[in-house]
């Protein structure tokens, strides 16, 4: 029998991805009361349940102190003992030093199996006498959004709307590029759809029945409003739930969604509802996994003449800080006045400064039309 031993951290997909390549008949997780109280180990085990791994059954936890090493490494020897006729594997990545210190003289001149899981690379070394012959050995499994989130003890609250909202996003693709494309000369209707639904506040309806006076300016909006089987002057038109989203500001989403599935990324969701470990609950526009990183892609349409541009990463540094996430950010926004230093058309320097602070980067506006370049040449292997 396979039994192997994991070092609790807060870093856990290290395990999981470990777990998953060497599909063990037991788990031994050696934890602290701090980890356990943020239900860790539990994320783990869920996580791996999301790829029909179950050791929910098949684990033990053991609890040390983590800033003593003799009280880790007399754990360790009684683990150890117990295991005497079995075949050990031991996964130094998480822990604290002291754990793996422990970990490592306990169990390496008893010859069991020790690995380590590099971040954020995806293979594992296994450790040897000899550096020269120690091999790296790859790590296949890929995280999707779902799994990801929930190694972190986070969970989806929308599973069944978010796919609605896939579905959206895809029929709608060409509508959505062709609004990008248009962006400049659709605007004002655009920002006139907002106005009317978010007045009354029809994001939160099921239907609404929109009705509203608009004197079409030119053959870009003509077109767009013929694409929505309505036309100028006098509008008049019962709107789906979805329909709502999409006109007040979802377009932009879908659109990064649609251009992000044309990629090689793992794994991608829109319109996502995450639930921390307390309960608290915030809305992502894009979240994408590649190569078992996650990446956030917050969306701002229009103008946004109510936000602070200091206020405009909010979202992304939540998703980092609240949620206890690791995550490189994006922000697609066409508020140009409050990101752009229009002397110079740049992104203005604050803006960069506070992205970088939250692990952001910012495309400009000129730039979305091509939104799948430019991701392509920011995440590797894409």
């Not at 777990?19 to 180990?41: G, N, Q, Y």
């Not at 594997?89 to 390496?108: C, D, E, H, Q």
């Not at 990324?265 to 609950?281: F, M, P, S, Y």
């Not at 229009?302 to 992304?316: C, F, G, V």
Request: hydrophobic letters at 40%; glycine letters at 4%; proline letters at 3%.
């Amino acid at each position: 029998m396979l039994v192997h031993i994991c070092l609790v951290s807060v870093q856990t997909v290290p395990n999981i991805l470990a777990i998953h390549c060497l599909r063990p008949d037991r788990l031994i997780f050696v934890s602290t009361a701090k980890m356990e109280e943020k239900k860790t180990t539990q994320a783990i085990l869920d996580s791996l349940r999301l790829k029909e791994l179950d050791y929910h059954d098949r684990h033990t936890i053991e609890i040390v102190n983590q800033d003593s090493f003799d009280d880790c490494e007399r754990m360790m020897r009684g683990i150890a003992d117990s295991l005497a006729d079995e075949e050990v594997t031991v996964n130094l990545t998480g822990g604290t030093k002291i754990m793996s210190l422990a970990a490592f003289s306990v169990f390496r001149p008893l010859g069991a199996r020790l690995i380590y899981t590099p971040i954020p690379r995806n293979e594992y070394i296994v450790i040897d006498t000899d550096p020269a012959t120690e091999p790296r050995l790859p790590l296949p499994m890929r995280l999707g959004v779902r799994s990801y989130v929930t190694a972190y003890g986070v969970r989806i609250g929308n599973m069944e709307e978010a796919d609605t909202l896939k579905e959206r996003a895809r029929r709608g693709r060409e509508l959505s590029r062709w609004i990008v494309r248009h962006y400049t000369d659709v605007e004002n209707l655009l920002a006139a759809f907002a106005y009317h639904l978010n007045k009354d506040d029809a994001r939160n309806r099921q239907q609404y029945d929109l009705s509203m006076s608009y004197d079409v300016r030119n053959e870009a909006e003509h077109e767009l409003l013929e694409k929505l089987g309505m036309r100028g002057g006098r509008i008049s038109r019962r709107l789906s739930r979805l329909e709502i989203g999409f006109l007040t500001g979802d377009w932009l989403s879908d659109y990064c969604y649609a251009e992000l599935t044309r990629l090689k990324v793992d794994d991608c969701a829109t319109g996502v509802e995450l639930i921390d470990k307390n309960g608290n609950r915030n809305e992502f526009d894009v979240l994408f996994t590649k190569d078992n990183a996650l990446y956030i892609v917050e969306c701002k349409s229009l103008r946004q003449k109510a936000d602070k541009d200091a206020d405009i990463l909010y979202k992304i540094s939540a998703l980092q800080d609240n949620f206890g996430l690791r995550v490189r950010g994006f922000l697609v926004s066409t508020a140009v006045d409050q990101i752009l230093d229009r002397k110079k058309n740049c992104i203005k320097d604050h803006i960069i400064r506070r992205a970088r602070q939250c692990q952001t980067e910012v495309i400009h506006p000129d730039d979305i039309p091509e939104f799948g370049d430019w991701i392509a040449s920011k995440v590797p292997g894409v």
